[in-house]
């Protein structure tokens, strides 16, 4: 069973990560790892708040393709994350 609930925000960019190499997905970067990559591009999410980003995919199990990986990571009103995921 998939974990989609986080305590802190660094685990839930943790978890991004871990999903890449599971699904062999490879990002489209200029510069950095995917961790500093998804990190440069969030920002705090506040309470009851959701952000949506996506990023371009150059390699899904290592066959190139044009789609992209979305995320999207809501901050509850408990204090944690809950993350999906998915290609597209």
């Known amino acids: 069973m ?11 960019v943790d978890e991004i990560v871990t999903r890449l190499a599971a699904d062999n997905i490879i990002l489209e970067t200029y510069q950095g790892t995917p961790t ?11 309470y009851g708040y959701t952000i949506h980003r996506s990023y371009s995919i150059v390699s899904l199990n290592g066959k190139p393709t044009r789609k992209f990986f979305h995320v999207s990571i809501s901050r509850l009103s408990s204090g ?7 290609a597209l």
């Not at 500093?36 to 506040?46: E, K, Y």
């Not at 944690?80 to 998915?86: A, I, M, N, V």
């Open 80 to 86: 944690r994350y809950e993350l999906t995921t998915y």
């Open 36 to 46: 500093q990559i998804i990190l440069a591009d969030l920002s705090p999410v506040d």
């Open 2 to 12: 998939v974990n989609n609930y986080f305590e802190t925000l660094g685990a839930t």
